[in-house]
């Protein structure tokens, strides 16, 4: 799923494609992927191709939000989540640092 995922994304011009392992760091998901659009038109266009592939290929879609605003859609995919940020506001939110950062060793202990 993340390769297809990805695929989708990388056909439809997103930038800076980032998967983020997230074994051992989380319950809700196994890996993350961060992208960027240039703009709000090409977020939500981003969304909608992803989302098509996916049905295709007969995985299914657990959620979505943000696609109104087109600034930020997360697409919910079970064990994979997918961020699509325009550039400006990933800088803000910079999503890739957090969860790429190693685990503080109190956390490792009760995981």
């Known amino acids: 799923?993340?390769?297809?995922?990805?695929?989708?994304?990388?056909?439809?011009?997103?930038?800076?494609v980032v998967t983020i392992d997230l074994a051992g760091k989380t319950s809700f998901a196994d890996h993350?992927?961060?992208c960027s659009g240039q703009s709000q038109r090409q977020v939500s266009a981003?969304?909608?191709?992803l989302v098509d592939s996916l049905?295709?290929?007969k995985y299914r879609i657990s959620g979505m939000e943000g696609?109104?605003?087109?600034?930020?859609?997360?697409v919910d995919l079970g064990d994979v989540i997918v961020h699509i940020f325009?550039?400006?506001?990933?800088?803000?939110?910079?999503?890739?640092?957090?969860?790429?950062?190693?685990?503080?060793?109190?956390m490792e202990a009760t995981a």
């Open 1 to 16: 799923m993340v390769a297809l995922a990805k695929s989708a994304l990388e056909d439809g011009k997103a930038e800076n």
């Open 32 to 34: 993350m992927i961060v």
């Open 46 to 49: 981003l969304a909608d191709r």
């Open 55 to 57: 049905k295709e290929s």
């Open 67 to 74: 696609y109104e605003s087109g600034n930020w859609v997360l």
């Open 86 to 106: 325009r550039n400006e506001i990933r800088e803000i939110y910079n999503l890739e640092k957090m969860w790429s950062m190693p685990m503080p060793l109190a």
